[in-house]
T-cell receptor, first 115, second 115 residues
Framework: GAVVSQHPSWVICKSGTSVKIECRSL??????MFWYRQFPKQSLMLMAT?????????EQGVEKDKFLINHASLTLSTLTVTSAHPEDSSFYIC???????????FGPGTRLTVL | AQTVTQSQPEMSVQEAETVTLSCTYD???????LFWYKQPPSRQMILVIR??????QNATENRFSVNFQKAAKSFSLKISDSQLGDAAMYFC????????????FGGGTRLMVKP
């Protein structure tokens, strides 16, 4: 099946700094990628839909200036958490849509800890 | 907007026994897809099984099968011959056939398998 990678898998940063998370589709081209946030023992909450070559679509309540999404190529989307604060600590998961199969494949996730 | 409800926060099953996880959803659409995802302790989301709403036949994948009741908007997952490796969080998800590829997740059910 299709493979989606994320980097880094775990990052610790100081409050006020910015962190970039990469999501790559390794063996297919993904015109659409999705970013989710998951708090401990909770479900996945969709943050935004990332479309290659255009602006991301953010879900209600998600600050677009805080969570910058760039989908510059068909295999890479990035999520940048700007001026991170401890409340941004969470597990971030990306997924990519395979346009041929129509399925959605998930990356392994990134654990962000803001001190 | 669509909603997905998993009414069982936790379930327990004896190894080799059968367990059924419940999922209900609310939608006004006639065509959609339903999924069960498994999230083990590694937190990698794994697709277990999918069902197209236009298909009356219940999907099966080896030990995993669903009971899809479209009129009742119910989509339960049955795991037969439970194995220790089945222990995980299980999420039911809905995807519209009309708009994009975004998934709406239920709150999840934690499945414990007793040896």
């Amino acid at each position: 099946g299709a493979v989606v990678s994320q980097h880094p898998s775990w990052v610790i940063c100081k409050s006020g700094t910015s962190v970039k998370i990469e999501c790559r589709s390794l063996d297919f081209q993904a015109t659409t990628m999705f970013w989710y946030r998951q708090f401990p023992k909770q479900s996945l909450m969709l943050m935004a839909t990332s479309n290659e070559g255009s602006k991301a679509t953010y879900e209600q309540g998600v600050e677009k200036d805080k969570f910058l999404i760039n989908h510059a190529s068909l295999t890479l989307s990035t999520l940048t958490v700007t001026s991170a604060h401890p409340e941004d600590s969470s597990f971030y998961i990306c997924s990519a849509r395979d346009p041929l199969e129509g399925g959605q494949f998930f990356g392994p996730g990134t654990r962000l800890t803001v001190l | 907007a669509q909603t997905v409800t998993q009414s069982q926060p936790e379930m327990s099953v004896q190894e080799a026994e059968t367990v059924t996880l419940s999922c209900t959803y609310d939608t006004s659409e006639s065509d959609y897809y339903l999924f069960w995802y498994k999230q083990p302790p590694s937190r990698q989301m794994i697709l277990v099984i999918r069902q197209e709403a236009y298909k009356q036949q219940n999907a099966t994948e080896n030990r995993f099968s669903v009971n899809f009741q479209k009129a009742a908007k119910s989509f339960s997952l049955k795991i037969s011959d439970s194995q220790l490796g089945d222990a995980a969080m299980y999420f039911c998800a809905y995807r519209s056939a009309y708009a994009g590829n975004m998934l709406t997740f239920g709150g999840g059910t934690r499945l414990m398998v007793k040896p």
